[in-house]
């Protein structure tokens, strides 16, 4: 999980994980229009979109709450490390990182729930009339 926590600050994880959010659109225009209705199955698309969603949303949110928390254990023990020893530099200057590691992460939690509204809001407003949530 360390590892997966490092490289959400480089963002590649994450981005690869939003895939899904990022290709609503793309995924939502292979619906048909009125007059093709019955070509496709739209209700059995949008469920399958539907879960697709939330499998990530629930993914992403958890491995991001997971970093956080590491990040917040690891800052716990750099502020006991840096009051048992003030005039370390290297301590402090670590202790400022995760801080700084620990903001960007809870900013990430804020903007993923941006996305998830984002992508519901377009899913809802193409999907509908083929499918409601909770059924």
């Known amino acids: 999980m360390a590892a997966l926590c490092l490289d959400f600050l480089g963002f590649q994880a994450l981005k ?13 225009n292979a619906l048909p229009t009125e007059s093709f209705k ?7 698309t949008c469920r399958d979109l539907y879960a697709k969603l939330q ?4 993914a ?3 491995s991001i ?8 254990s690891n800052l716990k023990q750099l502020r006991q490390k840096r009051e ?13 990182a ?3 590691k620990l903001r960007v992460l809870q900013a990430e939690l804020n903007v993923e729930d941006i996305i998830k509204e ?3 809001k377009t899913f809802n407003e193409r999907c509908r009339s083929y499918f409601h949530a909770g059924q």
């Open 16 to 28: 690869k994980m939003r895939d899904v959010d990022d290709k609503i659109i793309y995924a939502l």
């Open 38 to 44: 019955g070509q496709v199955n739209s209700e059995s």
């Open 55 to 58: 499998e990530s949303h629930l």
């Open 60 to 62: 992403r949110q958890e």
């Open 65 to 72: 709450r997971s970093c956080i928390t590491m990040s917040a």
């Open 84 to 96: 048992s020893q003030p005039d370390d530099v290297d301590t402090d200057s670590q202790f400022r």
């Open 98 to 100: 995760e801080q700084r």
């Open 118 to 120: 984002r992508s519901y």
